[in-house]
């Protein structure tokens, strides 16, 4: 069974702030995705990456990066937050990239 | 551009009957489909999917049919029950996935 995992559900942070945003999965997938979910624009691809220390933009990746140093883990980072950042950030992970996701709780993150 | 678009953002549906949720696509590249269920507070999670080879899939309650001339998708759920009540997204790869705007289901009891 696909578990990923991301570490907080919750996220309040001050305009300006360094954010990161940590996910993990124990399938040995390839690819792991960062989106973000805002209402009536669904899902939107931030960033992914095929392979340890491999990233690719997404449509929306202006404000953030993002990091793959182990295969397992996939990090976003907001580097100095703003309030248009305030969204639900989803990671995903599957085995190729056209194939199933396997997305985590979802981070909510306010932006103050 | 929006590759792939749910048109309806909200669904409501008495206990029992059919809910029938559509999505429309662009690009004639998309070979694989797949609908996501996402309640509140949650990541969405996998519902069922179809290749561009076939037309039908079902899961129990679940079709997806898969219209390629007209680019079109839908998910029918027979019969409908108020634990359906969620925002489901469509979903089409070619190279990468590429979501819809998602459409609130409301299962009304």
């Known amino acids: 069974d696909v578990k990923v995992t991301q570490s907080s559900r919750y996220l309040v942070k001050r305009t300006g702030e360094k954010v990161f945003l940590e996910c993990v999965q124990d399938m040995d997938h390839e690819n792991m995705f960062w989106y973000r979910q805002d209402p009536g624009l669904g899902l939107r691809l931030i960033y992914f990456?095929?392979?340890?220390?491999?990233?690719e933009k997404g449509d929306i990746p202006e404000g953030y990066s993002v990091s793959r140093e182990k295969k397992e883990r996939f990090s976003l980072i907001l580097e100095s937050a703003s309030t248009n950042q305030t969204s639900m950030y989803l990671c995903?992970?599957?085995?190729?990239?056209?194939?199933?996701?396997?997305f985590g709780p979802g981070t909510r993150l306010l932006v103050l | 551009d929006q590759q792939v678009k749910q048109n309806s953002p909200s669904l409501s549906v008495q206990e029992g009957r059919i809910s029938i949720l559509n999505c429309d696509y662009t690009n004639s590249m998309f070979d694989y489909f797949l609908w996501y269920k996402k309640y509140p507070a949650e990541g969405p999670t996998f519902l069922i999917s179809?290749?561009?080879?076939?037309d039908k899939n079902e899961d129990g309650r679940f079709t997806v049919f898969l219209n390629k001339s007209a680019k079109h998708l839908s998910l029918h759920i027979v019969p409908s029950q108020p634990g359906d009540s969620a925002v489901y997204f469509c979903?089409?790869?070619?190279?990468?996935?590429?979501f819809g705007t998602g459409t609130r289901l409301t299962v009304i009891p």
């Open positions: 995903a992970s599957s085995r190729t990239v056209q194939e199933t996701q396997y």
């Open positions: 979903a089409a790869s070619a190279n990468n996935l590429f």
């Open positions: 990456s095929y392979d340890v220390k491999m990233k």
């Open positions: 179809i290749s561009s080879i076939k």
